[in-house]
């Protein structure tokens, strides 16, 4: 069992209020930063503890504040990305629900690391209900001295807002999600300049994850050093696993990261195996835009060896025989699963939600949409298969946003792993889609 | 004396006027705009979960903005109906984790009880089906959300009528600031 650093007070009956948060150890961090520490100890802190953003990128999160451009007289802001739109992704949507003084203690300290005076937390729209939880949290945290003027008499104020979008997965993108903010469409903004130069209102600015910025609760509480010394290499801490699909026990996960891909799908500890009795047959291990594996590559690496849920183990073999760690979103098949029609399901949201500014994704997009519905529906050829990949490559690396990459992985990793499939589509389209139809040939491991 | 035909204005309620007035403090003086998205929802709520023309108008005209700047965002973000809905807006999430627990057997289910097909009202105005992208709980598929609230794991006909009976007697108002619309059942019990 592993150590549990974001949830190990979830399940404690009130612990939405911040009566009971606080005599569960809330808002220390808080105490310790304020009075104790200066901004930039508490970024140094931060990098050591090795934490990366938990969004999906994964990229040092201490390294991100400290590109925090700081011109006197200047106001900076923190934002909190709480967009979580990501297919197979769920874990801020529980974490904000439970715990919104987690998430609030994390933003004061975060903002005082920054400089920040006024921070944001923005949500996505079809979580108002959160939204309203969240308010009320900040309400009493106001109430209680730790936001608004001269916080625990340290001198140092916050104001902290949450924002509500209002359906839009690019608003995840974080310069989407700053033109969203500023009552506009969101489309994502051209870079440079970085929003750590000209964020929002054309400001400094650092945007974070819901669960990257929670983490630095455990991490000013126990030390940076501390914090590193769970997980495996690079990837410290514990993350939070969204796992849905055809599992037994779907949910969310705290892991400390380092743990078996096979143990967390089958021990009942965590997921508790693959529903009905079926066999798996391929894992999309980090959200919808990650490369989806077959079953033998997500159990074990090319080499054979035991896969782990680290960032560095799920990417060995690059996007040849490997994926991503990404947000956590942790989407299981079995084998009754078509992977043709998952992959055109996957198409059609990244057409519906591509923002429409570049060609090759507004265009591509809805090119690989088109061409897999064909093949799904017994209509395709052998060419549309080269198609595909043809078009998925066209539209990688040709936007201004990862939005292009997200829509063209998935489709690129699935006619990789899954060509026997996609052929069997087109030789036998009659089987092929009869109703309850999967294809139980192998995958290309290679 | 002649009967009026001028169609009469919207006007925000006075609790929907506070509201507007709380969240034009979360920003910068001379960037009143970020407050529009806020507002477009609070305008859905309160004119019957759609916001017409008429409706955007006057959010332009609350926030000093031109009608354009909301029209260009309104049509941007899914969640705004800019066309009336029934009653109940049925969401229904149709994206691959949902798609893998029974969306599409759930869309068809629920065309068939409800007599309204996905993109459109019930004959009787109660019920309007759009399909939606993930919602963010996919470990609870198949959901459908109903304005703040999320149904979850509507895989059996038996999930599905308890829903509609809900819905039933459920009367949708403005939501005030603060108030809580209760957890979904998945997240009671974690």
């Known amino acids: 069992m592993g150590r549990k650093l974001l949830t190990e007070h979830i399940n404690v009956e009130g612990i939405n209020t911040f009566e009971v948060y606080r005599k569960h150890g809330g808002y220390r961090s808080v105490e310790k930063a304020l009075k104790t520490m200066t901004p930039d100890e508490v970024v140094e802190e931060v990098k050591k503890s090795g934490l990366r953003g938990r969004g999906g990128a994964g990229f040092p999160t201490g390294m991100k504040w400290s590109f925090l451009a700081k011109p006197e007289g200047v106001p900076r802001y923190l934002v909190c990305n709480a967009d979580e739109s990501e297919p197979g992704t769920f874990k801020d949507r529980q974490l904000m629900s439970k715990l919104p003084h987690l998430l609030i203690e994390g933003m004061i300290t975060g903002s005082y690391a920054l400089g920040a005076r006024t921070s944001y937390i923005y949500i996505r729209g079809e979580l108002l209900y959160v939204l309203r939880i969240l308010e009320k949290a900040i309400a009493e945290a106001y109430a209680a001295g730790f936001l608004g003027e001269n916080i625990l008499g340290s001198g140092y104020s916050l104001d902290l807002h949450v924002h509500p979008g209002a359906g839009a997965y690019i608003c995840g993108e974080e310069t989407a999600l700053l033109e969203s903010l500023e009552g506009k469409r969101g489309n994502p903004r051209n870079k440079p300049p970085f929003p750590a130069v000209q964020g929002l209102y054309a400001r400094p600015t650092v945007v974070n994850n819901v669960e990257t910025i929670a983490a630095v609760v455990p991490i000013i509480n126990e030390g940076g050093d501390e914090y590193a010394k769970l997980g495996v290499g690079k990837s410290t801490g514990t993350k939070l696993i969204s796992a849905c699909g055809h599992l037994n026990k779907p949910g969310i996960y705290e892991i400390e990261l380092g743990v078996p891909v096979e143990e967390f799908i089958y021990s009942d500890e965590y997921c508790g195996g693959i529903w009905k009795g079926r066999d798996l047959k391929a894992v999309v291990a980090g959200g919808s835009s990650v490369p989806i594996l077959p079953k033998e590559l997500i159990l074990k690496n090319a080499a054979g060896e035991n896969r782990l849920m680290t960032y560095e183990s799920l990417s060995d073999g690059g996007f040849v025989t490997g994926t991503m760690l990404g947000s956590g979103g942790f989407i299981a098949m079995d084998e009754t699963t078509c992977i043709v029609k998952n992959t055109w399901n996957f198409s059609r949201f990244y057409h519906h939600e591509s923002c429409g500014q570049c060609s090759p994704c507004r265009e591509g997009t809805g090119w690989m949409e088109k061409v897999l519905h064909r093949l799904e529906h017994g209509h395709g050829s052998m060419h549309d298969i080269d198609l595909l990949v043809s078009v998925a490559k066209q539209i990688e690396g040709n936007t201004i946003c990862p939005l292009g990459e997200a829509a063209a992985w998935p489709v690129a990793a699935a006619v990789r792993h899954f060509r026997h499939e996609f052929e069997w589509h087109v030789t036998n389209p009659k089987e092929a889609t009869a109703p309850g139809a999967a294809y139980r040939g192998t995958a290309v491991l290679a | ?190």
């Open chain 2, 1 to 190: 004396m002649e009967p009026t035909t001028a169609p009469t204005k919207p006007q925000f309620s006075p609790a929907a006027q506070a509201e507007i007035k709380r969240l034009l403090t979360h920003y910068p003086e001379d960037r009143s705009k970020s407050a529009l998205l806020p507002i477009l929802h609070i305008a859905q709520a309160e004119f019957g979960g759609w916001v017409s023309p008429e409706v955007q108008d006057l959010v332009a005209e609350t926030l000093g903005i031109k009608p354009i700047e909301v029209y260009e965002v309104s049509s941007f973000y899914t969640q705004y109906n800019l066309k009336q809905v029934g009653k109940h807006v049925l969401e229904i999430c149709r994206t691959g984790p949902c798609m893998l627990r029974g969306s599409d057997e759930l869309t068809a289910h629920l065309e068939r009880i409800t007599g309204a097909k996905v993109g459109s009202t019930s004959p009787d105005g109660t019920f309007t089906l759009k399909e939606v992208e993930c919602l963010a709980a996919c470990g609870f598929a198949p959901i459908v959300q109903v304005r703040e609230k999320y149904y979850e794991q509507l895989d059996t006909p038996e999930a599905v009528d308890a829903m509609l009976n809900e819905l039933k007697s459920l009367v949708h108002r403005p939501i005030l600031p603060w108030e809580e619309t209760g957890l979904p059942n998945s997240l009671k019990n974690y």
